[in-house]
C-alpha cells in the first residue's frame, strides 16, 4: 500500500477539529468564569481589609481616590486611599451608598450623559470622557472648577456644574442644562466617583479637555 502523507489524510483533520473546537469550548468556559469573578463588585468589608477589587463596593466614595502609574503594568491605576469626606460624611453605610449610585446611574441614563460622553467606553465624544472625570485635577484642589464654580470641595464643585453647566463654559463646546436637580447632582458625582475607581486597564489615558482650557467661544 502506498504511503499517504498525514496531511491528505481525513482521519487527522477530524481529530484536529474535534480537538480545537474542545480546547476553544474549555478555554471560552473557563474565561467566563474568570471574567465574572474580576467584574463583580467588591463590598464594604473588602475596602476596610485592603482587598483589591477591580469593581469596588459602593461605600469606596467614602475613601480618596488617586490615579497612579503602575510601572509593570505600564499605565494608571486607581488607588484608593484613606477615608475623606464625600458631602460633609466619611460613613455612608452599604446601603445609602448604594443608594446613590443607583439614583446616579439612574440620572446618567435618563439624562442620556452618554449621547455626549463616554462611560466605561460606551457613547460618544463629543464631550470628554467621564470615565475618569472624578481624578481629572482640574476638580482638584490645585485645578481651576473649585473656584470656578465658589465651591471648596471636589464634589460639591462637580454637583454645581451638573446644575447649571450653561453658566460655567470651559471651553469650546459647552454642557448643555439638562434640569439636573441637587440630589440627582449628588447621585450623579457618587456615580462617577465610583467609576474613576474601577481599575479599566489604564483606560482611558488622558482626562477630558477641560483641564488648562479656556473660556468658551
Ligand atoms: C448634549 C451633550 C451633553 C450631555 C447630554 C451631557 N454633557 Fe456633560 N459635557 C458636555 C460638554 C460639551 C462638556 C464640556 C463642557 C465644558 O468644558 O465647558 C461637558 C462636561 C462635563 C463634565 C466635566 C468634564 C470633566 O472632564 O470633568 C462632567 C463631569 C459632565 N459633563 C457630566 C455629565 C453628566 C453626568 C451627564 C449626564 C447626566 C452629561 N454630562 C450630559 C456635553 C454634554
Redesign the pocket.
Known amino acids: 500500500m502506498a504511503k499517504r502523507s498525514v496531511w491528505s489524510d481525513n482521519r487527522f483533520w477530524q481529530r484536529s477539529a474535534a480537538w480545537v473546537t474542545g480546547f476553544a469550548a474549555v478555554l471560552l468556559i473557563w474565561l467566563t468564569f474568570d471574567t465574572s469573578a474580576q467584574i463583580s463588585m467588591g463590598t464594604d468589608a473588602d475596602l476596610k481589609n485592603g482587598v483589591t477589587k477591580r469593581v469596588p463596593g459602593p461605600t469606596v466614595i467614602n475613601y480618596k481616590i488617586t490615579y497612579e502609574m503602575d510601572t509593570k503594568r505600564g499605565h494608571e491605576i486607581p488607588v484608593i486611599g484613606e477615608k475623606e469626606l464625600f458631602f460633609g460624611r466619611d460613613d455612608y453605610s452599604e446601603e445609602e451608598a448604594g443608594a446613590l449610585l443607583h439614583l446616579g446611574k439612574l440620572?446618567?441614563q435618563v439624562?442620556?450623559?452618554m449621547?455626549?460622553?463616554t462611560l466605561l467606553g460606551n457613547g460618544a465624544y463629543?464631550?470628554?470622557d467621564?470615565t475618569k472625570?472624578w481624578l481629572?485635577p482640574?476638580?482638584g484642589p490645585e485645578g481651576s472648577?473649585q473656584a470656578m464654580t465658589g465651591k471648596e470641595t471636589k464634589e460639591e464643585a462637580?454637583a454645581e456644574?451638573?446644575q447649571h453647566?450653561s453658566q460655567?463654559?470651559?471651553?469650546e463646546?459647552?454642557?448643555?442644562n439638562?434640569g439636573?436637580t441637587a440630589e440627582e447632582a449628588k447621585g450623579?458625582v457618587s456615580?462617577?466617583k465610583h467609576m474613576s475607581s474601577i481599575d479599566t486597564n489604564g483606560f482611558p489615558r488622558n482626562?477630558?479637555?477641560?483641564?488648562g482650557?479656556v473660556h468658551?467661544k
Open positions: 440620572g446618567s439624562k442620556n450623559c449621547d455626549c460622553h463629543y464631550a470628554p467621564l472625570a481629572d482640574a476638580w472648577l462637580m456644574f451638573l453647566p460655567y463654559p470651559t471651553h463646546r459647552m454642557m448643555p439638562l439636573i450623579l456615580f462617577l482626562f477630558g479637555k477641560i483641564q482650557a468658551g
